[in-house]
């Protein structure tokens, strides 16, 4: 039962979140930083999630290719 | 908002979902046997049909900020997922996605396999062979099809946008009898991976609080955005990569998109 618990959780997270585990986290960081802007400074953020997702993809191509010809 | 955007992303990640899952079926039904891989892809199909009929409902209790949120989030993750691979692909780092050469891999290991039979399946290794491409490609069609639908309120649209994906490319490989290497998949799956990461992008900061500048019509800047900063991506990666000395082989990671 753990075994297949075990398999589960691993095809969702390769489903979902994939070779870089950062891309996800940096989405997550920047929909929580965009609703506490909203929320709680009344600060339209709208900016946030597309510069944040921008910023998440360069970096996690610039880690696929470093060092690599 | 207009369900042409809704339709074609439906369509067409599916399209390509169901090129994958071809594959694998014609590889277990012509090198082994028909009527278990038949038998492997219906039990599939009767899974994914149990997993629609259970979340597609149920998604539509969740309020839309918060499903907004929870989606936007996931085909964010999801959509950067294809757009990463998709740049990789495109700038030379990562091989290209090659049905041809999947289809060759498979026949390979299906002719290597031992047979034998199990619970009432003649061949068991076409059975989950073909069970566990459907299921799996098949997956990715349920989760883009209902997070789609049920965020655009549209769930019958994205529902027959998908199913029509998947016939179009079922008759085309019966017509043909071999994988769809001829489908521009790697373009497709660049235009996928906009789609999904400008859809997650918006319905995400939509679900956090924020109101758009000019609402929905804010898709039209965000879109072409994404893009841009893709493209951008793969001029910049082409131009190191040519700046630097012939690679001996091409990067290989794992796949499932």
């Known amino acids: 039962m753990s075994r297949w618990l075990r398999s589960f959780g691993a095809f969702w997270y390769d489903f979902v979140i994939g070779d870089d585990w950062r891309g996800a986290a940096v989405v997550a960081v920047a929909l929580a930083l965009t609703a506490l802007l909203v929320h709680a400074a009344s600060v339209n953020a709208w900016w946030l999630l597309p510069v944040a997702v921008i910023a998440a993809l360069g970096w996690s191509l610039r880690r696929a290719t470093a060092g690599k010809p | 908002m207009n369900s042409l955007p809704l339709v074609l992303t439906v369509f067409v990640a599916c399209a390509v979902e169901a090129v994958e899952a071809l594959t694998i079926v014609l590889a277990a039904g012509l090198t082994r046997e028909w009527r278990s891989t038949l038998q492997g892809m219906a039990a599939a199909l009767v899974v994914l049909a149990a997993a629609v009929a259970v979340i597609g409902p149920a998604l539509t209790l969740v309020p839309l900020t918060g499903l907004r949120l929870a989606v936007g989030a996931l085909l964010a993750a999801f959509g950067l997922q294809w757009l990463r691979k998709a740049i990789l692909r495109a700038s030379g780092y990562k091989d290209l996605h090659d049905e041809g050469a999947i289809y060759a891999r498979q026949v390979a290991a299906a002719q290597a396999a031992t047979g034998g039979g199990r619970r009432g399946v003649r061949d068991w290794y076409a059975f989950t062979l073909s069970f566990k491409g459907v299921l799996l490609e098949g997956l990715e069609v349920v989760f883009i099809a209902i997070t789609f639908g049920d965020n655009q309120g549209d769930l019958g649209v994205a529902a027959a946008a998908a199913a029509a994906a998947v016939l179009a490319v079922a008759a085309t490989g019966i017509a043909v009898r071999a994988p769809l290497s001829r489908v521009p998949e790697n373009t497709m799956k ?20 924020v109101s758009w500048p000019g609402n929905d019509a804010a898709l039209l800047a965000v879109v072409p955005a994404v893009i841009l900063v893709a493209l951008g991506y793969v ?18 990671e794992r796949s499932t998109v």
Do not use: D
């Open chain 2, 190 to 209: 660049f235009a996928v991976g906009v789609m999904l990461t400008s859809f997650g992008v918006f319905w995400g900061a939509e679900g956090a609080g």
């Open chain 2, 235 to 252: 001029a910049l990666l082409r131009r190191t990569r040519a700046a630097g000395p012939p690679p001996a082989t091409a990067a290989v």
